[in-house]
Nanobody
Framework: QVQLVESGGGLVQAGDSLRLSCAAS????????MGWFRQAPGKEREFVVAMSWSGGSTYYADSVKGRFTISRDNAKNTVYLQMNSLKPEDTAVYYC????????????????????WGQGTQVTVSS
């Protein structure tokens, strides 16, 4: 069983940056593919970015490509989401998710693929 705890959210202005963290406990973090999703009020939870357990493969939603960067530190059991040039439309609750994966190249963009979820952290971007 893996527990995930997100942190780093907050209220920022458009154009600012934030770095979200997702700390994992339990399981073997280094063998989990990770993902970030977000959910705005009244909307479905949507994919943001995914990374393989090796860190060698990543995939970004078009809406964040070039502005957001995912990284992981397996020694610290933590995955990060660096968010730059934030826009009001980035406002949402951000969730990290984990999936045990066999291939070090596999990443997952579907919510249904993930086994574990954090509780979320709120990001609000004012214009």
């Amino acid at each position: 069983q893996v527990q995930l705890v997100e942190s780093g959210g907050g209220l920022v202005q458009a154009g600012d940056s934030l770095r979200l963290s997702c700390a994992a406990s339990g399981g073997t973090f280094s063998r989990y593919a990770m993902g970030w999703f977000r959910q705005a009020p009244g909307k479905e939870r949507e994919f943001v970015v995914a990374m393989s357990w090796s860190g060698g493969s990543t995939y970004y939603a078009d809406s964040v490509k070039g502005r957001f960067t995912i990284s992981r530190d397996n020694a610290k059991n933590t995955v990060y989401l660096q968010m730059n040039s934030l826009k009001p439309e980035d406002t949402a609750v951000y969730y990290c998710a984990a999936k045990g994966a066999g291939s070090g190249r596999a990443y997952y963009t579907s919510k249904a693929s993930y086994d574990y979820w954090g509780q979320g952290t709120q990001v609000t971007v004012s214009s």
